[in-house]
């Protein structure tokens, strides 16, 4: 069971959460300098390792266990039109995950991770946030639990996803509830709204901002997010408190671990992001979380979808800082 059963809890394991190795980390640059290539030739693939090194505590490690969890709930702001799709459509998407149907199937089997799946009371959505809080304490304390245990800590690498219709709608509630400016900069077409859908969003959006003001990133969790949400932010903070790198995926998980970062400062340390998603606010969240994309191929798929794809860019990154010679191994001169 997770060490914790609350908010303050949660909030307790994050500010206590340890940091990456400095003397793995430290080994791993002297290392960088010391292969045979140009300096810098590799670009941000020789940060990318040495920040991977340091959180495994191993200046040459390995990527050899992924994991992938895509998480799934249902939210009551969907009944206002918010999306191209009917709610059923997250039920039906994670029957199409465990039949092995879906991209992110395809995308885990090429990255040779293992892909879990958890639906979160599908047949209870959360309730509308223009009306009250999407979530009561406790029911966000138990999707965030779920997230918790969802995290093997065998895994040395992680990407969590999700599945839920209505939840870009959740994320930009989140995003601007955190971060300011207006509704409309953070709503965005989603699953494909047309402009009456986009303007029901933003409207929406304003209307749960309004509502529901102040607090920190796991009270605005609750009261805009939803379970899947939630779900990915336990997962996150679990890996954060095991040392397991995380690669964030779009605007709905960056939206997810925003919860986090706005709670405790440092708890996305541990936390690359893996693309830059076509839905449009994806960069501006970006930014506020000081995060540079590592691919950028117009995707907005979610489940996981570019976080997946990103993990060969993590694994390339780290088989060339641990596999390559150094100029004395090759017997290459150094200059």
């Known amino acids: 069971m997770p060490d914790f059963d609350d908010f303050e809890g949660l909030r307790a394991l994050l500010s206590a959460a340890p940091a990456a190795d400095a003397q793995a980390q430290a080994a791993a640059r002297e290392r960088n300098t010391q292969l045979t290539k140009p300096p810098a030739a590799l670009g941000r693939l020789e940060d990318l390792a040495i920040w991977y090194a340091g959180w495994r505590g191993n200046p040459r490690p390995a990527v050899s266990s992924p994991q992938i969890i895509i998480f799934a709930g249902n939210h009551g702001v969907a009944a206002q039109g918010v999306s191209a799709f009917p709610a059923e459509v997250t039920a039906q998407m994670v029957l199409n995950f465990q039949a092995g149907g879906a991209a ?16 979160l009371d599908l047949d209870r959505p959360t309730a509308d946030f223009t009306h009250g809080p999407a979530m009561s304490e406790a029911d966000c304390v138990i999707a965030l639990q779920t997230g918790w245990d969802a995290v093997d800590p065998a895994s040395d690498l992680l990407v969590v996803g999700e599945m839920g219709i209505g939840n870009t709608t959740s994320a930009a509630a989140i995003a601007c509830a955190l971060f300011g400016g207006d509704a409309a900069d953070w709503a965005g077409r989603g699953t494909g709204v047309d402009d009456a859908g986009l303007a029901t969003k933003a409207r929406v959006v304003d209307e749960g901002v309004q509502r529901h003001r102040g607090g920190d990133g796991l009270e605005t969790l609750a009261r805009l997010g939803g379970r899947e949400l939630a779900a990915m932010a336990g997962a996150i903070a679990r890996a954060r408190t095991e040392r397991i790198p995380v690669i964030l995926d779009g605007f709905i ?8 970062a706005q709670t405790e400062g440092r708890a996305l340390e541990h936390c690359v992001a893996g693309h830059l998603s076509a839905e449009g606010a994806h960069g501006r969240l970006l930014a506020a979380l000081n995060k540079t994309p590592l691919l950028s191929l117009d995707m907005r798929l979610g489940e996981g979808s570019g976080a997946a794809l990103a993990i060969q860019v993590v694994k390339a990154a780290v088989a060339c800082h641990s596999g390559m010679a150094t100029f004395s191994e090759a017997g290459v001169a150094d200059g």
Not at 105 to 110: H, K, S
Not at 253 to 260: E, G, H, R, T, V
Request: charged share 10%; with cysteine.
């Open 104 to 119: 992110i199937n395809q995308l885990a089997q090429v990255a040779g991770a293992r892909l879990d799946v958890h639906a």
């Open 253 to 260: 998980c960056s939206a997810a671990a925003a919860c986090l």
